[in-house]
């Protein structure tokens, strides 16, 4: 008799499992049966890292525990059987944090915190492993752990100082870390701190205080018999031993980890029948030997362990490439876990995969040993079994030789940097007049023996020949490939990247008991141990989850929707669409924000209008359920004309709404330019950005006695997300109770779209009278949701002969999807701000909000300033280029300055661009810097560098409805102190900056407060949180709360010499409030500010230094330097956390992220995580500085004279990221004859600046 149970150890504790379904991940099974919501899901694809866990196994040849770092997500839940499962709530807790945890809380190493506990676990696998781990180490362990908010300079500092290499004060030593005496010291840095933090202060990481590994899993003796598991759809047989395989064998489909055919097979919705056989619990599959002349690897070895061996045993010319090529795998924990047979097969069965594995194995010349259908042992040749498509057979080794002593070059080549997945490889096996050379381009690599011969005959290197002896067609990957391959053939080594990094940042320290000071967040430690609670992480009793329903169409009228397919499958509740709406499907802005109505649909009412709108949603037992369910719904739509592609929508005058025109009339405009006695005219095209918070959408709707519901929804307005829900189920708002603990992330795209997603909860729970969980998978998220704007605009600009200008005539179509959403409030604000920091003369400004059949756009960090501010920068390189000047100097003469009136009339209060500017000019060596960079280029033709200079201003708070807040707080008779207000937290650390206040302005430390859930049952009609202005709004309320609260307290607590518990009894029993509520409102008039005037500007500047490869398009940055001018910061580590963070989600809108659609079927391309490329931890440049100035212009806006923060550093980022890599890509162009001047164009990915730089 089989056994049917497996046996694991979850953080110490002992579990038993009873057949499991085969289709079950680890992190379903922690988080849904064992509670452990500390393993978050941010992609469910591998990518995220946000589920990081640990796996221990005991290795009997090394008499030791291995940790690996794998996703819970891909993981299959069978496969943990005998091993130690380690999730972060494993590692520490707040009562006992680890190392770790307390470095990168402290460290203020992480905003949103959704990222936080993966990273934790990638870094504790190492630390388990290599407890003084180097620098190269740490950057390998979290390659694939991505973070949305933080920048990740905090956590690769926090994570360095675990190495000897870094951390701590080196006495100038450096050791490869860096050193804070590097910096620019002058007398200009007088009075500033250096750094946030030093961790020399903290305790020393000592393993022996790790939790061991478990012994029950030691002495535990597994049973000889084969393990079957039976799931609804999979029956899966683990046998124990060779003979048991051989007897099972058949016709089952056999698996090692199981990882990608689990991943595949959870994508197909259908009812079907499958059994599948594991490799995993055989001996003869699992072993490593290395013998004299040859290495054998099991076929159910990793990918990790794999390389490792081969790195350790074969000749020092090909174990470096080996190591080097695997550590570009794009997954270190897919590489930790799954295994390379499962690479090569998976890979060659499919014919379009380019496998690094199986690229490997051909160049190795890798014997496998096969397990025929008949119970035999043979040996064949890799490439035999891929082209004879031997995969009846079981592979049971890979045999390679260890006396080779050729030299092996490898090269992948991805869409971003090389850790991503593989577009194209290449490798060669070069020496003894053999050569063994590969390219992959699908399946099995191609051999190019044309080329082997010829390098044979020792003939020149030349580029040209060596592609017409591989019989190649010509391409970019493969020019790449070659040149390279000629460099590797002449012994040119490639530069090794330092590893040392200079990361600083520079703030004035205060005197201040709470407000000034960089305290950590409060929040760090919860969400850093898994502690934190996002709502998916909230657990209710009989819920329903809800799977979604998405248009697969462009433009298309909906002729029926059969749910029946769906409804069948044991578990589903039902299927709800548009007609289950009690109230108004189209609950749209108007009823907050009276300017833009919008007309998005909750459900797709007759008629679809973009790929991925919901039509309706399957509600069931299970989030895995409903998601499968929702793709059995049928739909038969009549297909309608689509205009999916931006062009053809622009050409064809598709728009959502008015033209908006700013600034002057056209004639007045028309005649400026006449005028001028040049006129420059040019078109601008800015691609669209993905929020990728990495939290995706989510909702809980509770429902309540008569028709009260509870919502707990990630969205950045509770109000707002209140009445869109009355609306929608024809309630008034007061019985809806909106609730917004947190958001893992938020960026601009949690307010419609949090709605949306509330709305369809809210209906099914009302339906069904059961807790609905709307949880959107990522790539629902990519598909359900709007991005940034995507603009396309035309300028014709008047100078005078210095370059000055006199008048700016613009026009600009911005790609609003398929519905209003946040289009004419982002073409408002474009407009009205695209003159910037500039002073443009005349300016008018046309602005075109197009409709287009795909994801309906909406508001981003940045709201609109980005795309004027990359617009800008391609004016004013085509100035520089006319007037034969440098592009800052360009930039400075057309500076506006506080005094200064804008192109609409308002006058500039309260502004420090010109010492911004002027400060990081000069503290980051422009000039100096320049001429350098001038020389390097003049020596180097494939390598260019550039650098450039960039600036913002930006004006708060906003005028309007939205620039006011809302606070509450209540004293407890303890004197303990509740504090609420109506914005909400989402990684910008409101929360934390408004406990600060609180405790600054009552004197009361700041762990006697609390700030609780951003509520609408405390309060009501608060604006969204956006646009930056939410501490001082906030702040405002806060400060007149504590104001109103100590008029009465003041003269109590100065007869109690200022006891607190004492005073607050005596108040209570004097009949004094302890308990108000209080607007922040910013009075203008009282210090001379107009009506729509800006009080203040946070204005900042920064300069970039970048180097590309010009063959293979990689941007990499040298050294930023970013000024600011945030006031008296009310926290400088939440403030430089910002900065850093809107550095790098600036780089990546200029540089890796693309939003592009099929024209035909109107899907997006980068539908899934792992398409669409957002900075990683590699792409962080190495000498990043930071400034904050700390000027204080202070007027009555302000909140202890600090500044709003959190959009403006992306401008100016963006911005200055996109003119350096314009300069390099200059430099080549004018080097290389070409004359053509090339405008703002955005993305500048890798294929981009290889066409730019391609004759
Ligand atoms: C997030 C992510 C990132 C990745 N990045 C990269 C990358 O950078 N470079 C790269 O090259 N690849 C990459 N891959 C692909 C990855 O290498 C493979 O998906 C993985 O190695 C498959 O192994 P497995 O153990 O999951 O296979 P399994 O699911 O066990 O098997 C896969 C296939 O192999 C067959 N098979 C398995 N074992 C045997 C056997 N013993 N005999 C015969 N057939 C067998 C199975 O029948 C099945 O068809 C990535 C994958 C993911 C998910
Ligand atoms: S990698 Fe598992 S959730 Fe993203
Ligand atoms: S802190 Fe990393 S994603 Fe928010």
Request: charged letters at 25%; a neutral charge.
């Given at each position: ?5 497996i046996f694991?150890?979850?953080n110490?504790?002992d579990?038993?499992?009873e057949?499991?379904?085969p289709?079950l991940t680890?992190a379903?099974y ?23 866990v640990?796996?221990g196994?005991w290795d009997?040849d090394q008499?030791?525990a291995?940790?690996r770092a794998?996703n819970a ?5 069978f ?6 499962v380690i999730?972060?709530?494993g590692?520490?807790s707040?009562?006992?944090?680890h190392p770790i945890?307390?470095r990168m809380?402290r ?8 990222c936080s506990p993966?990273?934790v676990?990638?870094?504790y696998a190492l630390?388990r492993?290599?407890?003084n ?13 991505l973070c949305?908010c933080t920048?990740?300079r905090?956590?690769?500092e ?7 290499e870094?951390g701590?004060?080196?006495g100038g030593?450096?050791n490869?870390?860096?050193?804070c005496?590097?910096k620019?010291?002058?007398d200009e840095d007088?009075?500033f ?6 961790f020399?202060?903290?305790p020393?990481?000592d393993?022996t205080?790790e939790i061991?590994?478990?012994?029950s899993?030691r002495?535990f ?6 393990l079957?598991?039976?799931?609804s759809r ?5 046998p124990?031993?060779?003979?048991q ?9 056999v698996i090692?980890?199981g990882?990608i ?5 959870s994508?197909n919705p ?6 599948w056989?594991?490799?995993k619990?055989?001996?003869e ?6 013998e004299?002349d040859t290495?054998t690897?099991?076929?159910a ?6 390389s490792?061996t ?6 020092e ?11 570009k ?8 876990f799954?295994t390379?047979?499962?690479?090569i ?5 499919s014919s379009v995969?380019?496998s690094?594995l199986?690229?490997l194995l ?8 096969l397990l025929?259908?008949n119970g035999?042992l ?5 490439g035999r079994?891929?082209e ?5 057979n079981t592979?049971?080794n890979?045999v390679?030789?260890?006396n080779?002593n ?13 850790q991503d ?11 003894n ?7 992959g381009l699908?399946?099995q690599?191609?051999r190019l023996?044309g ?8 003939k020149s290197m ?5 592609y017409?002896?591989s019989q190649?067609e ?7 490939a070659?040149t390279r391959f ?6 040119k080594e490639?530069?090794k990247?330092?590893?040392?990094v200079?990361y600083?940042?520079y703030f004035k320290?205060?005197?201040n008991?709470?407000?000034?000071r ?6 760090n ?5 898994g502690?934190a609670?996002y709502?998916?992480d909230?657990q209710?009793h009989n819920?329903?989850?809800l799977?979604?329903v998405?248009s697969t169409v462009?433009h298309?009228?909906?002729?029926n929707?059969d749910?029946?397919e769906?409804?069948k ?16 499907n189209v609950?749209?802005?108007?009823l907050a924000?009276?300017?833009?109505p919008?007309?998005?649909t909750?459900?797709?009412d007759k008629?679809v209008e973009?790929?991925?709108q919901v039509i309706g ?6 989030v895995?359920?409903?998601r499968?369910?929702?793709?059995l719904?049928?739909?038969d739509?009549?297909?309608l004309k689509?205009l999916?592609d931006f ?10 709404g ?9 004639k007045?405009?028309?005649e400026?330019?006449?005028k001028s006695?040049?006129v420059?005219e040019?078109?601008?095209e800015?691609g669209?950005?993905?929020h ?7 909702s ?7 028709d009260e ?9 509770t109000s707002f997300t209140?009445?869109?829900v009355?609306?929608a189920m024809?309630i008034p708002a007061?019985k ?6 947190r958001l893992g ?6 307010v ?7 709305c369809m ?6 339906k069904?009278?059961?807790p609905?969980?709307g949880?959107?998978?990522r790539?629902?998220?990519l ?8 603009v ?5 600009v008047g100078?005078?002969?210095e370059?000055k ?15 209003k959403?946040h289009?004419?409030g ?8 695209v ?6 003369g005349t ?8 409709k287009?059949?795909?994801n309906?756009?909406?508001?981003l ?18 100035i520089a280029?006319?007037v034969?000047k ?7 003469l057309n500076f506006?300055?506080e005094g ?5 009339g308002?006058k500039?209060?309260n502004?420090?661009l010109?010492?911004?500017?002027e400060?990081?000019?000069n ?9 350098k960079i ?5 020596n180097?033709?494939t ?6 200079m960039s600036?913002v201003?930006?004006g708060l708070p ?7 807040g809302?606070?509450?707080i209540l004293?407890n ?15 910008q650390?409101?929360?934390?900056k408004?406990?600060q206040v ?5 004197k ?6 609390t700030i609780?859930d951003?509520s609408?049952?405390k ?5 969204e ?6 501490a001082?709004t906030n702040?405002?309320?806060v400060l ?7 008029s009465k307290?003041q003269?109590?607590l100065n ?6 518990e004492?005073?607050?009894r005596?108040?209570y ?6 308990q ?5 409102t910013?009075?203008r ?9 800006s009080?203040?500007?946070t204005?900042?500047?920064c300069?970039v ?6 063959l293979?398009?990689?941007n990499h940055?040298?050294?930023?330097d970013?000024v ?6 009310l926290n ?9 963070g809107?550095f790098?989600?600036g780089?990546g809108?200029?540089?890796?992220e693309?939003?592009?659609?099929n024209?035909?079927?109107?899907y ?16 962080v440049?190495k000498?990043?500085?930071v400034?904050l100035?700390?000027?204080?212009k202070?007027n009555?806006a302000?909140v ?10 992306l ?6 990221v996109h003119?350096?890599?314009m300069?390099?890509?200059d430099?080549?162009r004018?080097e290389?004859g070409?004359?053509?001047?090339v405008?703002t164009?955005s993305p500048l990915s ?10």
């Amino acid at each position: 008799m089989p056994t049917t149970g497996i046996f694991f150890n979850v953080n110490g504790k002992d579990v038993k499992e009873e057949n499991v379904d085969p289709e079950l991940t680890l992190a379903y099974y922690l988080r849904n049966k064992l509670g452990l919501r500390g393993t978050k899901l941010g992609c469910e694809e591998g990518v995220c890292g946000s589920c990081t866990v640990v796996i221990g196994t005991w290795d009997e040849d090394q008499n030791k525990a291995v940790y690996r770092a794998v996703n819970a997500c891909l993981v299959p839940l069978f496969h943990v059987h005998r091993t130690f499962v380690i999730t972060v709530e494993g590692v520490g807790s707040r009562d006992k944090i680890h190392p770790i945890q307390d470095r990168m809380a402290r460290g203020h190493a992480l905003q949103c915190g959704f990222c936080s506990p993966g990273f934790v676990m990638s870094a504790y696998a190492l630390l388990r492993n290599h407890p003084n781990p180097s620098i190269k180490q740490i950057n390998a362990a979290i390659r694939s752990n991505l973070c949305r908010c933080t920048g990740y300079r905090p956590i690769l500092e926090a994570l360095y100082s675990f190495s000897s290499e870094s951390g701590g004060c080196c006495g100038g030593k450096k050791n490869g870390g860096g050193c804070c005496k590097d910096k620019n010291s002058s007398d200009e840095d007088e009075g500033f701190d250096e750094k946030l933090l030093n961790f020399g202060d903290f305790p020393k990481y000592d393993s022996t205080q790790e939790i061991i590994f478990p012994p029950s899993l030691r002495t535990f003796v597994d049973t000889e018999k084969q393990l079957i598991l039976s799931g609804s759809r999979i029956e899966l047989t683990l046998p124990k031993t060779l003979e048991q395989f051989k007897l099972e064998r058949n016709d089952r489909n056999v698996i090692s980890s199981g990882l990608i055919t689990r991943f595949v097979t959870s994508r197909n919705p259908k009812e079907f029948s499958q059994k599948w056989i594991s490799t995993k619990y055989v001996k003869e599959f699992n072993e490593v030997k290395v013998e004299s002349d040859t290495i054998t690897i099991g076929s159910a070895v990793t990918i990790q362990k794999l390389s490792e061996t081969l790195s350790a045993s074969l000749q020092e010319n090909i174990a470096s490439e080996i190591g080097r090529f695997i550590q570009k795998f794009s997954s270190q924990q897919v590489a930790n876990f799954a295994t390379w047979t499962g690479a090569i097969v998976s890979a060659a069965k499919s014919s379009v995969s380019v496998s690094d594995l199986l690229l490997l194995l051909n160049v190795l010349d890798a014997k496998l040993t096969l397990l025929t259908e008949n119970g035999d042992l043979v040996q064949t040749e890799i490439g035999r079994f891929v082209e004879e498509k031997q995969f009846e057979n079981t592979v049971v080794n890979a045999v390679f030789s260890r006396n080779d002593n050729r030299r092996l070059f490898c090269l992948k080549l991805g869409e971003t940097s090389e850790q991503d997945s593989t577009n194209f490889n290449f490798g060669a096996l070069i020496g003894n007049k053999s050569n063994r050379i590969f390219v992959g381009l699908g399946g099995q690599p191609k051999r190019l023996n044309g080329l082997e011969s010829y390098i044979n005959s020792g003939k020149s290197m030349d580029l040209e020949e060596l592609y017409k002896e591989s019989q190649v067609e010509k391409n970019y990957n493969f020019t790449i490939a070659l040149t390279r391959f000629i460099e590797f053939l002449n012994h040119k080594e490639h530069g090794k990247s330092s590893e040392a990094v200079n990361y600083i940042q520079y703030f004035k320290p205060t005197h201040n008991e709470s407000v000034g000071r960089p305290i950590a967040n409060y929040f760090n430690e919860r969400a850093i141990t898994g502690e934190a609670l996002y709502v998916n992480d909230i657990q209710t009793h009989n819920a329903v989850h809800l799977g979604f329903v998405l248009s697969t169409v462009p433009h298309a009228e909906i002729i029926n929707v059969d749910p029946s397919e769906a409804l069948k499958l044991k578990g589903v509740c039902g299927y709800f669409g548009v007609t289950d709406i009690p109230g108004n499907n189209v609950p749209g802005l108007q009823l907050a924000n009276m300017n833009f109505p919008d007309n998005t649909t909750i459900f797709a009412d007759k008629k679809v209008e973009s790929v991925g709108q919901v039509i309706g949603v399957i509600a069931a037992n299970d989030v895995v359920l409903a998601r499968r369910a929702a793709r059995l719904v049928k739909i038969d739509y009549k297909g309608l004309k689509s205009l999916v592609d931006f062009k053809e929508a622009r050409e064809a005058e598709s728009l959502l709404g008015d033209v908006k025109n700013y600034g002057k009339d056209e004639k007045i405009m028309n005649e400026c330019l006449e005028k001028s006695s040049k006129v420059l005219e040019g078109e601008v095209e800015i691609g669209g950005q993905e929020h990728y918070y990495l939290e995706t959408q989510s909702s809980l709707v509770i429902p309540g006695e008569g028709d009260e519901l509870v919502v707990h929804c990630a969205t950045q307005g509770t109000s707002f997300t209140q009445l869109m829900v009355a609306e929608a189920m024809k309630i008034p708002a007061h019985k809806v109770i909106v609730k917004t603990k947190r958001l893992g992330g938020g960026f601009g795209g949690k307010v419609n779209n949090a709605s949306w997603i509330a709305c369809m909860c809210a209906v099914v729970a009302r339906k069904l009278n059961r807790p609905a969980y709307g949880f959107l998978s990522r790539a629902d998220d990519l598909a359900i949701t709007g991005k940034r704007h995507g603009v396309y605009a035309k300028y014709r600009v008047g100078i005078d002969s210095e370059g000055k200008i006199e008048g700016i005539y613009y026009k600009a179509w911005l790609n609003g999807g398929w519905s209003k959403d946040h289009t004419e409030g982002v073409t408002m604000v474009m407009g009205v701000l695209v003159d910037e920091v500039y002073n443009m003369g005349t300016v008018r400004f046309e602005g075109y909000p197009v409709k287009t059949n795909s994801n309906s756009n909406t508001a981003l960090r940045g709201y609109g300033n980005p795309q004027s501010k990359l617009l800008n920068e391609g004016v004013m390189r085509r100035i520089a280029r006319e007037v034969k000047k440098d592009v800052e100097e360009v930039k400075k003469l057309n500076f506006s300055f506080e005094g200064h009136h804008r192109f609409l009339g308002t006058k500039i209060h309260n502004d420090s661009l010109g010492e911004c500017w002027e400060c990081c000019t000069n503290w980051s060596e422009f000039e100096k810097r320049k001429r350098k960079i001038e020389e390097f280029n003049r020596n180097s033709k494939t390598v260019k560098r550039g650098i450039a200079m960039s600036s913002v201003r930006f004006g708060l708070p906003h005028a309007g409805p939205s620039g006011h807040g809302i606070a509450s707080i209540l004293i407890n008779l303890d004197g303990s102190i509740q504090l609420s207000i109506g914005g909400t937290e989402m990684g910008q650390g409101l929360n934390q900056k408004m406990l600060q206040v609180c405790s600054e302005a009552l004197k009361r430390p700041i762990d006697t407060i609390t700030i609780v859930d951003t509520s609408t049952d405390k309060i009501t009609n608060a604006p969204e949180t956006g646009g930056s202005q939410n501490a001082d709004t906030n702040g405002l309320a806060v400060l007149a709360c504590c104001n109103r609260i100590m008029s009465k307290l003041q003269p109590i607590l100065n007869k109690n010499e200022g006891e607190w518990e004492k005073s607050i009894r005596e108040a209570y029993a004097a009949y004094i409030p302890l308990q108000c509520t209080e607007y922040g409102t910013v009075k203008r008039e009282e210090f001379g500010v107009g009506e729509m005037e800006s009080p203040y500007n946070t204005t900042g500047a920064c300069a970039v230094e970048i180097e590309i490869d010009i063959l293979s398009g990689y941007n990499h940055v040298i050294r930023v330097d970013m000024v600011m001018d945030v006031g008296e910061s009310l926290n400088p580590a939440i403030d430089i956390g910002q900065i850093e963070g809107a550095f790098m989600q600036g780089y990546g809108l200029v540089t890796c992220e693309k939003i592009t659609f099929n024209r035909e079927t109107g899907y997006l391309d980068q539908n899934s995580a792992g398409k669409y490329k957002i900075p990683k931890a590699s792409d962080v440049p190495k000498d990043f500085r930071v400034k904050l100035l700390g000027i204080n212009k202070a007027n009555g806006a302000q909140v202890y004279s600090s500044k709003g923060i959190g959009e403006p550093p992306l401008m100016m980022s963006c911005g200055a990221v996109h003119s350096a890599i314009m300069y390099c890509i200059d430099v080549w162009r004018k080097e290389n004859g070409i004359e053509e001047f090339v405008d703002t164009i955005s993305p500048l990915s890798a294929e981009r600046i290889q066409k730019l730089c391609s004759k």
